[in-house]
């Protein structure tokens, strides 16, 4: 009976331990994250290959859905301009 207690305490860990810990996770989470964000990009390219092949047999698919993939490639493709900082519209008089 009382090996069953001992197994269902939890270990006390040192400083040191806990430290060490923290770090297997965080790089754990960092390499998972990175995983994801490939992950997250082969879908982005596999999606857009799938619009594009929509574009391309659009006799068989609605004219609205067509214009939708088209409004998708559109999108995806067009570079955001981010304004930089410090400048700003000087146009007014």
């Not at 965080?26 to 999606?47: H, I, P, W």
């Not at 993939?69 to 930089?84: A, D, F, G, M, Q």
């Amino acid at each position: 009976m009382e090996e069953n207690e001992v197994k269902n305490t939890p270990k006390e860990y040192t400083k040191e331990e806990l430290t060490d810990i923290a770090n297997q996770l965080l790089q754990q989470n960092n390499a998972l994250m990175a995983r994801v964000r490939e992950m997250d990009m082969a879908n982005l390219f596999k999606r857009l290959d799938y619009l594009f092949k929509v574009t391309e047999n659009n006799m068989i698919f609605p004219d609205e859905f067509v214009v939708k993939c088209v409004s998708e490639i559109v999108n995806l493709l067009t570079i955001k301009e981010e304004p930089e900082e410090g400048t700003e519209n000087t146009d007014k008089e």
